[in-house]
């Protein structure tokens, strides 16, 4: 769809769908096939002129069917090719006279009578970035900005903490205009990116088409339209999220989005990245933030390290996170907040109907998710060892749950019957948590990392004859069970499954 024109914008009023815009950073032999590649849903391409130099609209026209928005980036670490002054204003207008659809300015470089009597105001997208500030602020930038006639408008601010995202979606919804995109930049900020089409923003920016190095910080085109539906706009009035130093490369708010929207359900799941979860808590959480746009938060799921900090931040337990002392979801009940696990979940629901009582079992990894799975296991009759790389958390966690701790460095699989990986390593390489060299053939492992396809854990483990549960399998059961605790209602089934590229739900 095209930029829509200006008008009032208020959140009963908004257009059923926005504008995608992927962004051209790199050059090489193959940009011609990936342009032709791109969703049908991405409508622009934004050419980072300062990157890629000055391309001929018309041979971008010829592999991409869309409109065209040049940019001469000029803000935050210039690229090869990025210069000033007048050599600048020649380019933009230049730009502009050979047929580009839109030109970006920067509403304190390029405001000369030069560049703005030879580019016309229905070309023109006026920009401003810089360092975080408040809507009051924003707004006081935005009036200075928009006394320069344009298409439209954008406002970006660097980001350097989750809260950080919440000015910017604030002044949107003060400001009530469908012709202003504003959202605080980078990974921590992607949730303001995607909630800010909510409150009248016309433009998502997404990443580099090619899905390569360039500078460009937008999240990847295919994904931002598989996790959030994008262009379109169905009805939303609350929030869910998942909070972690690795938030914006969780599959979750793809399983969850796509379940809310096959229900017609009016929540939106979000990306939280956070350095500091205690930060993140007492300023998008316990301050209720987001009731100010109209769209509460009403759950998250809590990635490690923070399985430990939102304990000690709520009042309201579960028994078997209180047991453990570590929780992975969070939810609203009326005012207060519930925490519990539901980390043993993706592993027993795997198991089925095979007997835990008496199994020997090892649980290598003594974090939330370790702690949460051998007690549960423990509690079905099965006979549990603690592995972990390091004493001291191997022994805090015997001595919390009253089960038997061996060293990593001293361990062996040989003689157990389900072994259970919960740490990370196999996430970002080829390496194994541990041998599987002794495994005997009816034994069972389950592996808790994620990855889009088997982790050198699981195929070392089937080529010497043991049943594999993987990280996608555990998640499968994890994601249904949060959904519910969360919503009061089961995804649609199957649903979730089919995402995670599992045709049914696995039979043990």
Same mark, same amino acid.
């Given at each position: ?13 908004? =257009? ?22 791109? *969703? ?72 000369? !009578? ?6 016309? %105001? ?9 360092? &975080? ?34 000015? *910017?979606?604030?002044?949107?919804? !003060? ?28 433009? /998502?920016? /997404? ?11 937008? %999240?990847?085109? &295919? ?50 990245? =956070? ?20 769209? %509460? ?26 047991? $453990? ?170 649903? $979730? ?12």
């Amino acid at each position: 769809m095209n930029l829509i024109q200006p008008r009032p914008c208020h959140r009963s009023s908004l =257009v059923a769908t926005v504008t995608l815009i992927a962004t051209l950073d790199e050059f090489g032999p193959a940009v011609g096939g990936v342009l032709r590649g791109l *969703p049908e849903r991405v409508s622009w391409v934004q050419v980072r002129a300062d990157c890629v130099g000055d391309i001929p609209p018309g041979w971008l026209r010829e592999k991409f069917r869309g409109k065209l928005l040049y940019t001469l980036q000029s803000h935050g670490g210039k690229c090869p090719g990025d210069r000033d002054g007048l050599d600048r204003s020649r380019r933009l207008i230049a730009a502009a006279e050979d047929g580009y659809d839109l030109i970006e300015l920067d509403g304190e470089r390029d405001i000369g !009578s030069d560049v703005l009597d030879a580019i016309p %105001p229905e070309k023109r997208l006026i920009s401003w970035k810089g360092e &975080a500030a408040s809507a009051k602020e924003l707004a006081s930038r935005f009036r200075r900005l928009s006394w320069i006639a344009a298409r439209s408008y954008l406002l970006i601010m660097n980001t350097r903490r989750a809260a950080d995202g919440l000015a *910017p979606l604030l002044f949107l919804r !003060s400001t009530a205009r469908s012709d202003v995109t504003a959202y605080a930049d980078g990974e921590m900020g992607l949730w303001s990116r995607v909630l800010a089409v909510r409150l009248g923003a016309p433009l /998502v920016f /997404v990443g580099s088409v090619g899905g390569g190095r360039g500078p460009s910080d937008g %999240p990847d085109p &295919a994904r931002m339209i598989a996790d959030y539906g994008l262009p379109a706009l169905p009805s939303v009035d609350r929030i869910f999220g998942i909070a972690g130093v690795s938030a914006g490369k969780s599959p979750s708010p793809g399983l969850h989005n796509a379940a809310y929207r096959a229900l017609g359900y009016p929540g939106l799941f979000l990306p939280f990245q =956070v350095d500091s979860f205690a930060e993140f808590w007492r300023e998008l959480v316990e301050s209720q933030a987001l009731e100010q746009i109209g769209m %509460p938060l009403q759950g998250l799921t809590v990635a490690s390290p923070n399985k430990e900090t939102v304990m000690e931040l709520t009042t309201i337990r579960s028994r078997a996170a209180m047991r $453990v002392a570590s929780a992975n979801l969070a939810f609203r009940r009326g005012p207060a907040w519930i925490v519990s696990t539901t980390d043993p979940t993706g592993v027993l629901a795997n198991l089925g109907r095979r007997s835990i009582s008496s199994r020997k079992v090892a649980v290598v990894g003594c974090g939330g998710s370790g702690r949460a799975i051998a007690l549960a296991l423990s509690q079905m009759g099965a006979s549990v060892t603690l592995v972990n790389r390091s004493r001291k958390r191997g022994e805090h966690a015997s001595r919390l749950l009253g089960l038997a701790f061996t060293l990593l460095s001293s361990f062996s699989v040989e003689g157990y019957d389900l072994v259970v990986n919960a740490t990370p390593v196999g996430s970002q390489d080829d390496a194994l948590p541990f041998s599987v060299d002794r495994l005997a053939r009816d034994a069972v492992v389950v592996d808790l990392v994620y990855s889009g396809g088997a982790t050198p854990l699981a195929a070392r483990a089937r080529a010497c004859g043991a049943r594999v549960v993987e990280g996608r399998e555990v998640l499968l059961a994890q994601v249904e069970r949060q959904f519910a605790r969360m919503t009061g209602l089961a995804p649609p089934a199957g649903l $979730v499954a089919e995402r995670l590229g599992l045709t049914t739900k696995p039979v043990p």
